[in-house]
């Protein structure tokens, strides 16, 4: 499976934006796909994953009623929809899909990344 992001930009405080994840690969569907971010000088942090069929997801606590994942298995796309964004959400964002994903927050559980796209919040 290979992953590309799309969608990142500069948008102001208040916002929104739509990141979107194209996923090569027959089996997409069997996978869970979640989004990651990476802000300067920081780790790599969870943001939402949804499972392989959609009907759960789960989010950071510093997103959740804010962003909103979900999925296309019949385009191999997830998106990844963020409203009222606010200049701590500056970050590169990746997506990562995982066959097995045990423990959602850790990088570990996944299998494959895409190459980040980045989002930036102006105050």
């Known amino acids: 499976v290979q992953v590309v992001e799309s969608g990142g930009g500069l948008v102001q405080a208040g916002g929104s934006l739509r990141l979107s994840c194209a996923a090569s690969?027959?089996?997409?569907?069997?996978?869970?796909m979640g989004w990651f971010r990476q802000a300067p000088g920081k780790e790599r942090e969870f943001v939402a994953v949804t499972s392989w069929s959609g009907d759960k997801t789960y989010y950071a606590d510093s997103v959740k009623d804010r962003f909103t994942i979900s999925r296309d298995n019949a385009k191999n796309t997830v998106y990844l929809q963020m409203n009222s964004l606010k200049p701590e959400d500056t970050a590169v964002y990746y997506c990562t899909a995982g066959l097995l994903v045990i423990s959602p927050r850790k990088e570990t559980g996944y299998d494959y990344w895409g190459q980040g796209t980045q989002v930036t919040v102006s105050s």
């Open positions: 690969g027959r089996s997409f569907s069997t996978y869970a």
